[in-house]
């Protein structure tokens, strides 16, 4: 498979076979990491490992298990590693950038503002380049061949299951239909004789239970009930959204209303809005946008509108977990996480809507 981004093209890398696998399980091993260190930290009073002298900070053990994550694949060639090589090079990133409040001040404080909307601004990154590396439309025959040869290596250990069989068929007939370069021709036919020589059956297995769940949802979100879920879902958020701006209003006009005591409800630290009043004045013009929005595309959905509804709800999520969520961190900390998860789970509810419900054509 051949990449888009052209500096790969410019040194000839080829996307790895189950690339998006591994970099989802070092996505999530990384979410994983960060909340549970952050979690068990908050629970036990932030403890030190160490003496007067001596403080061993997680971000050391974060370090090793990168160089692990990194070295193993230099000297194994198992395809299993490669799964387990995923996992820790998203719990070593995860224990490293937990600290990177410490690694950026003088003071080494752990509790910097900014540590928040830094991590929250890797994971972005993380998940656009897992977005980013999928199947490209344009291929050569080396590319195919090179990811052929890591699927056939497999046969060394198992027989290949049915759907890579006709993968390595379809690519090796592309690249004898396609390509000019007589090696490589040479090479796809020698791989497909291989292929379908091989008699061993991978035996019929039953799905699991993650792929059980994942067909059994399918069925049951029809177009009426993820159209009530995506409904209520954006009246909530929209009334999240607001939260900041009704207390910033009411502590401006009404400063002795009972509903304060509402709004005033935190979990965890909370950075003041005089340390930073230009960021937080742009955080309530970017609450009080994108609750708009969200309340055009709840009253669209309601009326029909589902093509309007959708695209406003898109505008509304995209900008609040690029933009929005950025400036939330810094002065809500972490306790923001439960609204980014939210914010994700409705907007692959709004992505599959759009691809699913809506015609090619205009509602």
Same mark, same amino acid.
């Given at each position: ?31 994983? *990491? ?16 160490? !003496? ?9 053990? #974060? ?42 001040? $003088? ?26 590396? $999928? ?54 036919? $020698? ?11 991978? @035996?019929?297995?039953? @799905? ?13 979100? *029809?177009?009426? $009930?993820?159209?009530?879920?995506? #409904? ?22 009404? @400063? ?11 979990? #965890? ?12 004045? *742009? ?30 709800? !898109? ?20 306790? *923001? ?27």
């Amino acid at each position: 498979m051949q990449s888009r981004w052209k500096f790969l093209r410019l040194w000839k890398l080829i996307e790895r076979e189950n690339a998006v696998r591994y970099m989802l399980l070092s996505l999530m091993s990384f979410v994983a *990491t960060v909340s549970v260190v952050r979690s068990f930290l908050a629970l036990t009073g932030y403890p030190q490992i160490g !003496n007067a002298t001596l403080h061993i900070a997680h971000v050391l053990w #974060g370090g090793l298990i990168l160089y692990i994550a990194a070295i193993l694949p230099l000297i194994y060639l198992n395809p299993k590693l490669h799964l387990l090589g995923a996992v820790l090079s998203g719990v070593g990133v995860g224990l490293f950038i937990d600290e990177v409040g410490k690694l950026i001040t $003088r003071q080494y404080d752990y509790f910097f503002p900014a540590a928040a909307p830094i991590i929250y601004i890797f994971f972005l990154l993380l998940v656009i380049m897992v977005v980013m590396i $999928r199947r490209p439309d344009a291929m050569d025959g080396r590319a195919e061949l090179v990811q052929a040869l890591e699927v056939v290596r497999e046969q060394l250990y198992r027989p290949l299951e049915p759907d890579e069989k006709t993968r390595i068929e379809q690519d090796m007939r592309f690249v004898l239909d396609q390509d000019a370069d007589k090696l490589h021709q040479e090479m796809a036919r $020698r791989l497909l004789e291989l292929v379908k020589s091989d008699p061993r059956v991978m @035996p019929v297995k039953s @799905p699991g239970w993650a792929m059980r769940i994942v067909e059994q949802s399918r069925h049951w979100w *029809t177009e009426a $009930r993820l159209t009530w879920f995506l #409904g209520v879902g954006m009246a909530i958020l929209c009334l999240v959204t607001l939260k900041n701006p009704l207390q910033f209003g009411l502590e401006r006009f009404l @400063p002795g209303s009972s509903l304060l005591v509402f709004f005033h409800a935190h979990s #965890g630290r909370e950075i003041a809005p005089a340390e930073a009043p230009f960021l937080f004045d *742009t955080r309530l013009v970017l609450e009080v946008l994108i609750s708009l929005f969200l309340l055009l595309a709840v009253l669209s959905l309601a009326l029909g509108k589902k093509r309007l509804a959708t695209s406003l709800g !898109n505008i509304s999520l995209l900008l609040s977990l690029l933009v929005l969520d950025m400036l939330l961190f810094y002065f809500e900390q972490f306790s *923001t996480a439960l609204t980014v998860a939210f914010q994700f789970l409705l907007l692959f509810g709004v992505m599959y809507y759009r691809r699913n419900f809506l015609p090619s054509s205009k509602n």
